[in-house]
């Protein structure tokens, strides 16, 4: 019975899609694991810009990177130099394109697709989260993987900053 177990987890080992191991990996770049050092000798880069916070954003031409009508490529390095999020731009017409896409590699978490109107999907990942979404009256796709742990300061750091505000702004009147 016991071997009979054993057989039974490497076999569901072994037919378990590889997606559900590891993190997402926009354009070969796993999100959480790839270093800068890694990007740049993948990638030629256009524009690199160190934040105060000790974050590293990095620009990418999208001529370089194999997705027709991508506008706009960011990458997102933590203080660490690990890529934590790849935003990308495109053209709103994409967007059925792109749906179709992630849907057949991730859960879907949240839908709103409307006939008119803003358009948005999140899909799950156990580590990371994808969302791509197109206002109704802007030109505009945007995808966005990011690192939920990543995502999770980002927002807390957030609340910090406009607590903070509202504290100044108590304080002058």
């Known amino acids: 019975m016991r071997i ?3 057989l039974a987890i490497v076999c569901f080992l072994i037919m378990m899609p590889r ?3 590891c993190n997402v990996s926009p354009f070969g770049l796993e999100l959480n694991k790839a270093t800068i050092k890694d990007f740049l000798s993948k990638y030629d880069v256009m524009d690199i810009i160190k934040k105060p916070n000790q974050q590293t954003i990095i620009s990418v031409s999208p001529k370089l990177l194999d997705l027709s009508g991508l506008k706009t490529s960011v ?4 203080h660490q130099d690990i890529l934590q999020s790849v935003i990308l731009t495109m053209d709103k017409s994409h967007f059925d394109e792109m749906y179709k896409i992630l849907s057949q590699k991730y859960k879907i978490d949240e839908k709103l697709v409307p006939f008119v109107g ?3 999907v999140s899909f799950f990942h156990k580590y990371s989260f994808i969302r791509i979404n197109t206002p109704h009256l802007g030109f505009d796709l945007k995808i966005i993987y990011v690192n939920k742990l990543y995502f999770k300061k980002y927002q807390d750091d957030q609340e910090k900053l406009e607590k903070s505000e ?3 702004k108590k304080a002058v009147l």
Request: aromatic letters at 24%; hydrophobic letters at 30%; a positive charge.
């Open 4 to 6: 009979f177990f054993k």
């Open 19 to 21: 997606n559900c191991l």
């Open 75 to 78: 990458c997102i390095f933590d």
């Open 118 to 120: 803003d358009k948005y």
């Open 166 to 168: 509202r504290e100044k």
